[in-house]
């Protein structure tokens, strides 16, 4: 429990934070996308290449992220919807894709980010790194967003049941498309904090990273419901919170890695199992 531990842990948390929020939005409309890794690579790299360690290149590199996250999460949410495809064969697909341009165009580390791009990574405000500041404050704007607008309602109502939702006015289309442009925007955010503590981007920094796999754990620790309709950010936060206590205790006493990978099935299975037997439980009393 020293500070530095503290801070390590809580840093470590802010790749897989990101991309479990964004994963969160699109699980609780009824959806989940699997090519999130990719997309953490596809900034990584995109951003290095344009930046090329020059700082007035620096706007222009996050823009161009941006706009890339805004399109794969476009053509992930209008597959979905216009064309009827299930949401994990979309996503698998456009993972797929990216992962194919990636290799085809580079092979390791590409570019770099200037040294004031790094601040992201490294810098912090007295006690609390940057990053993590970053993260809460994605994490407060998507409570909100999911709390206190019409889009959040409206999400909550699609993954609860789609057909009623339409039946009673709402845009499904509408919404689904509009959760996975938040969830790749979330997924460039990740990737932008990986190429500032990296300093180059590579295509292989997000599928080393199990982003897509551990996104979806964290949001289901954190109470998500695969089957949508039901969850919160703030329960995802704590999900990777104890992903990442798990990850440190294991790391401070130097453990097997795949006792560590063991423990977090076990811990994972464990979660949901609860989860549905809490809900049995609620179903019988009703």
């Known amino acids: 429990m020293t500070v530095d531990n503290l801070q390590n842990m809580a840093v470590r948390s802010v790749a ?3 991309v479990a929020v964004g994963q969160t939005i699109v699980l609780i409309g009824g959806s989940l996308d699997l090519s999130v890794a990719y997309m953490v690579s596809v900034t990584a790299v995109s951003a290095s290449f344009v930046m090329q360690g020059d700082p007035d290149r620096m706007a222009l590199g996050i823009a161009v992220t941006l706009a890339l996250g805004v399109g794969v999460g476009l053509v992930n949410g209008l597959v979905i919807t216009r064309l009827r ?12 894709v990216m992962s194919g341009i990636l290799n085809a165009l580079f092979t390791n580390f590409t570019g770099s980010v200037p040294r004031e791009f790094q601040a992201l990574g490294y810098n912090a405000l007295g006690p609390v790194p940057v990053a993590v500041l970053l ?4 994490v407060a704007l998507a409570w909100y967003t999911l709390r206190r607008t019409r889009f959040g309602y409206h999400l909550y109502a699609v993954g609860g049941s789609a057909e009623v939702a ?5 845009r499904t289309d509408r919404v689904v498309v509009t959760a996975h442009v938040l969830c790749s925007l979330t997924a460039v955010l990740t990737g932008l904090f990986l190429v500032s503590r990296l300093r180059s ?10 982003y897509d796999l551990e996104s979806i754990a ?14 919160t950010v703030a329960g995802t936060l704590a999900g990777v919170l104890i992903l990442a206590v798990v990850d ?3 790391n401070e006493f130097e453990v097997n890695a795949f006792l560590k990978t063991l423990i977090r099935g076990v811990i994972i299975v464990g979660a949901v199992a609860l989860y549905a037997l ?3 439980r609620d179903e019988e009393v009703f």
Do not use: H, K, M, Y
């Open 16 to 18: 897989l934070g990101l």
């Open 135 to 138: 993260l809460l404050a994605v």
């Open 278 to 280: 809490r809900n049995r």
């Open 166 to 170: 339409r039946l009673s006015g709402v």
């Open 218 to 231: 964290a949001a289901v620790v954190g109470g998500t419901a695969l089957a949508g309709g039901r969850g």
């Open 201 to 210: 981007g590579a295509p292989w920094v997000g599928p080393d990273g199990g």
């Open 85 to 96: 495809i299930n949401a994990f064969i979309a996503t698998l697909g456009t993972s797929l």
């Open 248 to 250: 440190q205790v294991f």
